[in-house]
């Protein structure tokens, strides 16, 4: 099950959060465990590349894009092999929805598009989708079709 994935600015404020499984009295924790690690990890981290740690039998792969960090948090089937997939598709559609690796003003401006594309990647703790016609369709909003 995918746990959790954050979006994060390069002063550790939360952007976008979606928790799946986990009780809202962890939520605080896994804030605040996550927004450290990437301070303590990210700096001078190229775009797109992939770090991993693991933390209470989870696993953890983040990483930098442009002025946003990006954690996504896993377990039991969703290993680091699995979360490397998962964050690779949310990249590739937030670069799709922002043209580039997003500042933060730009990420907040397209916050609803990536929004959408996320919810349609990640959808109740599992990997939903990582076909990008079909999650730019759906960012579009038009309706999916079937091949």
Known sequence: MILAVLFANVEGNILIERFS???AE???HWRSFLVKLGADNLKGVKNEELLVASHKSVYIVYTVLGDVS???VGKDEYDELALAEVIFAITSAVKDVC???PTERLFLDKYGKIC???DEIVWKGLLENTDK???RRV???KPP???
């Open 145 to 147: 079709t079937e091949f």
């Open 70 to 72: 990006i954690f996504v």
């Open 133 to 135: 016609d079909r999650i």
């Open 26 to 28: 962890e939520r605080l």
């Open 116 to 118: 959408l594309c996320l």
């Open 99 to 101: 043209g580039k690796p």
């Open 139 to 141: 960012m579009r909003l």
């Open 21 to 23: 499984g986990v009780p």
